[in-house]
């Protein structure tokens, strides 16, 4: 099992542009989620996807878009990129997303290291 | 908001027994302690995790008080592979699904 996938691991994107970062875990598991971590700082979270077909946002969902595509796959979409979002992005994925109080192991990948001039 | 306090920084000598504490003085009944830790430039990687009992795994101990606001988490043996920032979380209620991070303690394991 690879776990956690994510593509590209590094990226340089010119202010304006938009890119769509991927991830895809073979884990089958049902729920999967997008932090940003900056210098210094812990991670938050942008989006998550307790199950196919639905999406939610986290702490941070501005500037961003998600697709849960299909159970192994979530992408995220920054449709017009400002350097506020030059960060590392991990993907994370759970088996399953509970009621509040109930904790599910979350399994992470690499992470995208994105720049935005 | 954050729910845990850890040391920023801590050292430990290769070999001996690394004890990173936690305090969670607000934890509410249903709320689990979870240990994460993240090795430079690598996404974070799950550790252990508890709710009242004293846990162990194949890499580490985790302590938690009757009172359940404060706990350990002990790396028995520690490595210089072991250096990393080490990141203590409760979830807070009503907050969704995510895992607070904050900034956690950076251990550095020295030969």
């Known amino acids: 099992n690879a776990g956690v996938t994510q593509t590209p691991k590094f990226q340089v994107l010119k202010t304006g542009q938009s890119m769509t970062l991927q991830c895809a875990q073979d884990?089958?598991?049902?729920?999967m989620y997008w932090y940003r971590q900056d210098p210094g700082m812990g991670l938050r979270l942008i989006y998550y996807?307790?199950?196919?077909?639905?999406?939610d946002k986290g702490e941070v969902p501005n500037g961003y878009n998600v697709s849960r595509l299909n159970k192994r796959e979530f992408s995220l979409r920054l449709e017009s990129a400002a350097p506020s979002q030059t960060s590392v992005y991990f993907c994370a994925s759970s088996e399953a997303l509970r009621a509040a109080g109930v904790q599910e192991t979350q399994y992470f990948g690499p992470g995208t290291r994105l720049l935005v001039l | 908001d954050a729910k845990t306090t850890q040391p920023t920084s801590m050292d430990c000598a290769e070999g001996r027994a690394a004890n990173l504490p936690c305090n969670h003085s607000t934890i509410s009944g249903n709320e689990y302690v979870y240990w994460y830790r993240q090795i430079h430039s690598q996404g974070p990687q799950y550790i252990i995790h508890g709710l009242k009992n004293n846990e162990t795994n194949e890499m580490a101990s985790l302590i938690i008080t009757e009172d359940r606001k404060s706990s350990t988490l002990i790396l028995p043996h520690a490595t210089l592979r072991d250096t990393a920032v080490y990141y203590c979380?409760?979830?807070?209620?009503?907050?969704?699904?995510?895992?607070?991070f904050g900034t956690g303690t950076s251990l550095t394991v020295i030969p």
């Open positions: 996807s307790a199950s196919e077909g639905t999406t």
């Open positions: 979380i409760v979830r807070p209620p009503n907050t969704g699904n995510q895992f607070y």
């Open positions: 884990m089958n598991h049902n729920s």
